[in-house]
T-cell receptor, first 112, second 112 residues
Framework: ETGVTQSPTHLIKTRGQQVTLRCSSQSGHNTVSWYQQALGQGPQFIFQYYREEENGRGNFPPRFSGLQFPNYSSELNVNALELDDSALYLCASSREGGDTQYFGPGTRLTVL | AQSVSQHNHHVILSEAASLELGCNYSYGGTVNLFWYVQYPGQHLQLLLKYFSGDPLVKGIKGFEAEFIKSKFSFNLRKPSVQWSDTAEYFC??????????FGPGTRLSVLP
């Protein structure tokens, strides 16, 4: 049981819209990472949050942004949605130092 | 930059056959190594991990992996697969303090 939860489970948006995805980290974990997993591919690192600050970013444009709250939950925001943003978005939490990540079930985003 | 390759895109085995999934990474320094599994419709779960010490690590459900530093490899093995092992398997690497990099995944289909 990972303890990481994500909402919503599925989401359908149209091109140009904005979306917010949410993640609650596992108890005792203060680091949250977000990944994009396109169909048939491995997860691609978007960014990580630690103590409410961005702590590393992958090769994603600035329209992908995030927040971490004092209770260590996190949001991923994507502006100006594009068709290629259709994917499974995964949240993973870890303890300070981030040696092992535990994943949530993901949010399936479809952009039409 | 780190990268991870997985040798096979799709592996098909009969029950009781032995399994070996290849994983190679490119990074010259100290790394942590992981295998995650994604069963159909479920979230990514940690199978096993290697940080240091004995290069042969044992994980859940009878899986094991061997770290061969000279070959930059971390292959996953199981002596006898079951139909329930049907899933997508991902190798992942992170250098201490750095972000996770996942391989593209290997889909395993076990025929009953």
């Amino acid at each position: 049981e990972t303890g990481v939860t994500q909402s919503p489970t599925h989401l359908i948006k149209t091109r140009g819209q904005q979306v917010t995805l949410r993640c609650s980290s596992q108890s005792g974990h203060n680091t949250v990472s977000w990944y994009q997993q396109a169909l048939g591919q491995g997860p691609q690192f978007i960014f990580q949050y630690y103590r409410e600050e961005e702590n590393g970013r992958g090769n994603f444009p600035p329209r992908f942004s995030g927040l971490q709250f004092p209770n260590y939950s996190s949001e991923l925001n994507v502006n100006a949605l594009e068709l290629d943003d259709s994917a499974l978005y995964l949240c993973a939490s870890s303890r300070e130092g981030g040696d092992t990540q535990y994943f949530g079930p993901g949010t399936r985003l479809t952009v039409l | 930059a780190q990268s991870v390759s997985q040798h096979n895109h799709h592996v098909i085995l009969s029950e009781a056959a032995s399994l070996e999934l290849g994983c190679n990474y490119s990074y010259g320094g100290t790394v942590n190594l992981f295998w995650y599994v994604q069963y159909p419709g479920q979230h990514l779960q940690l199978l096993l991990k290697y940080f240091s010490g004995d290069p042969l690590v044992k994980g859940i459900k009878g899986f094991e992996a061997e770290f061969i530093k000279s070959k930059f490899s971390f292959n996953l093995r199981k002596p006898s697969v079951q139909w329930s092992d049907t899933a997508e398997y991902f190798c992942a690497v992170n250098a201490p303090g750095q972000n996770f990099v996942f391989g593209p995944g290997t889909r395993l289909s076990v025929l009953p």
